[in-house]
């Protein structure tokens, strides 16, 4: 079974077993020499987020300011640590967002470019383009539409707003309180997120949409312009999370208050609390 960087791993480890204190020292500093853009390899910690996937996601990310030697000191301390989204977006700033979008498969030329269908009774359909070009140039230039794949494609959006940064479940069992709403709630609302299941890690809140489907990974991006409108420097403080349900009409924030309004679950295990409590009594 192919593993990334095994060969690369081995030649370091034995390299330590051969009695050097840093095996990589000479290599480290040949990049603080001579390099000038200097990345990290960074990997997703897929486990964690109950998708069915095992295999990590690998990214480079580049890392600015300071100097050369200051960006690879930065990186060896970080060295297979955990980087958190907090250590990295902070609230109300505007990021980027790059994916794939939903895929839709292979589309024609009305659903794909917008073209206009011909009248009825046309011989061999009618949602085509009647004419793809001239006879000279003797090829087919690229401004025409044709049919093909629609969907999946790669976008980058700018200048979406962090609206919050939730802590894990772990950390905050209650990560969807606010000031004005004092319910003990967590994020995932009641049935959980459609298509995805409970979030318990940490977690971003952004203004607007996203591309793709559930559980596709985003990368999400620091903006690369200076942030002045008022829009981007305003702050954000929620005054209420909506955790009712996505699957139905959705009536209730908790489990609690369903059962408190239904007289359901909460409250009969309390009667019988109370029972035992009379019987121990008597």
């Known amino acids: 079974k192919k593993k990334a960087f095994t060969k690369y791993q081995k030649r370091w480890s034995e390299a330590s077993k051969d009695g050097k204190e840093n095996p990589m020292a000479a290599e480290v500093e040949r990049a603080k020499k001579y390099c000038q853009v200097i990345r990290a390899i960074c990997h997703t910690q897929v486990g964690k987020v109950k998708i069915g996937q095992k295999k990590a996601h690998i990214k480079e990310i580049q890392v600015n300011g300071g100097t050369t030697e200051k960006k690879v000191d930065f990186i060896m301390g970080l060295f297979e640590q955990e980087v958190k989204i907090a250590d990295v977006f902070s609230q109300d700033e505007m990021v980027d967002t790059i994916g794939a979008t939903k895929g839709k498969g292979i589309a024609g030329v009305v659903t794909r470019w917008g073209v206009t269908r011909l009248t009825r009774k046309t011989h061999r359909g009618l949602r085509k383009v009647a004419c793809i070009g001239s006879w000279h140039p003797a090829r087919v230039s690229f401004q025409v ?30 990560n969807a309180c606010t000031e004005n709403d004092l319910t003990e709630k967590a994020i995932t609302p009641m049935g959980g997120f459609s298509h995805y299941g409970t979030v318990n890690e940490d977690y971003v809140m952004l203004k607007g949409t996203v591309a793709g489907p559930r559980k596709r990974i985003i990368t999400m991006r620091k903006s690369l312009l ?56 008597a």
């Open 145 to 174: 539409p044709r049919s093909g794949q629609r969907g999946y494609h790669h976008r980058t959006e700018i200048n979406k707003k962090i609206y919050r940064i939730g802590k894990s479940l772990k950390e905050d069992p209650n």
């Open 226 to 281: 200076p942030q002045v409108s008022r829009r981007a420097v305003e702050k954000i403080s929620l005054k209420f999370i909506d955790t009712s349900s996505k699957f139905g009409h959705g009536r209730f924030q908790t489990s609690e208050e369903k059962a408190k309004f239904f007289g359901g679950a909460v409250q009969k295990k309390a009667k019988t609390e109370g029972k035992a409590e009379a019987e121990a009594e």
